[in-house]
């Protein structure tokens, strides 16, 4: 429902954000994906796979709690199951990829790896088709906010991750064949998505991060191929935001290979060693949004808890002229409290009000 104290609207409120031009108060861009089914009461399979349900959920969800952005994130087996990679639907829980049976099942597959349109392919057809329908009803309202899996993190559904990492030290020509044909498709999706009206569309480059690759592999595999996508999305005009929930991701290499506007984190940057320096150290640089631990704010906080958590938040951005945009380091728990969202609203209007 409105809330009728904010001075700004959503739109208002981002672009001031990105712009590190003060808004009325810090703004909330929730990753309520999975979890929006339940307002919607659909099952997940039918939410991941359908654009009406799917859409109805994000729309439902915005006009119940009415945070400021709406994220676009279905699941990340999206884009590896239009290559024909086997997906698992739990009735209840986020679709993955079965990577006992990958596609790419020896290193010749990775230079059989087909293109394929996304314009007509089942799950990423069916995600453009629910941008469209959640930008047309809340477009003029609220930012809407297309996903995108990065490139190495396609190839690895389709290959599986431990398989994928020895390949890129012992086989990279083969990875990069790879790389080079999941780049392209993927430019032709945020092509097809910029078409829906999206504002912005996130990145996920989750191999950024010390917790999964070093970092100059991460920039020799992935960098210039997450380049391409990134240069396609910024040159259109529409807003570039990075995700990465890996543990002490790359903000260096990320901002000199990306130039995002936004990064969406878990954790500090790897040469941070807590919130506090990576707000003194990049606060100003790059809007960071995030940083509610998800499981402990879906599964195990109270709404006192997670209020508290916020000001806490809200406390450490609070000399980065307005850059920040509070969020969960990733996706709200599916299976989460939906009091808890309530609860991330009443933290910004009690304490992120910018004075």
Request: hydrophobic share 40%; with cysteine.
């Amino acid at each position: 429902m409105k809330y009728q104290g904010d001075q700004m609207t959503s739109i208002e409120r981002v672009v001031a954000a990105l712009n590190y031009q003060k808004p009325d108060r810090v703004p909330v861009a929730p990753l309520l994906c999975g979890a929006s089914r339940r307002v919607n009461g659909v099952t997940y399979p039918e939410w991941a796979t359908d654009a009406e349900a799917c859409a109805n959920g994000f729309i439902q969800s915005v006009d119940l709690f009415d945070y400021d952005a709406i994220v676009g994130l279905v699941d990340l087996s999206v884009e590896a199951a239009d290559w024909g990679q086997k997906i698992i639907y739990p009735p209840h829980s986020t679709p993955y990829t079965e990577t006992s049976e990958p596609l790419i099942k020896e290193i010749d597959d990775y230079y059989r790896l087909e293109r394929i349109n996304p314009r007509e392919t089942p799950r990423m057809k069916m995600v453009l088709e629910t941008m469209d329908r959640v930008y047309k009803a809340r477009g003029q309202e609220k930012v809407i906010c297309g996903f995108i899996y990065g490139p190495l993190g396609v190839l690895s559904h389709l290959r599986g991750h431990e398989r994928l990492f020895k390949d890129c030290i012992k086989h990279p020509e083969a990875v990069m064949a790879g790389m080079e044909v999941v780049t392209e498709v993927l430019c032709e999706y945020a092509r097809a998505m910029i078409e829906t009206g999206v504002h912005a569309i996130a990145v996920d480059t989750l191999y950024a991060s010390v917790t999964i690759m070093r970092k100059q592999l991460w920039v020799k595999m992935e960098a210039p191929y997450a380049k391409k996508l990134c240069d396609l999305i910024r040159e259109s005009g529409v807003v570039l935001g990075l995700h990465n929930c890996g543990g002490a991701t790359y903000f260096d290499v990320q901002t000199e290979w990306l130039q995002p506007k936004l990064i969406s984190h878990a954790y500090p940057s790897d040469d941070c060693k807590d919130w506090a320096e990576h707000a003194a150290k990049w606060g100003k640089k790059v809007v960071t949004m995030g940083y509610l631990v998800p499981s402990e704010l879906g599964l195990f906080m109270t709404p006192e808890q997670v209020i508290e958590e916020c000001r806490r938040e809200i406390e450490t951005f609070k000399d980065c002229d307005g850059g920040f945009v509070l969020a969960p380091g990733c996706e709200f728990p599916p299976n989460g409290s939906l009091l808890n969202m309530e609860a991330i609203m009443q933290a910004v209007r009690t304490y992120g009000v910018y004075r």
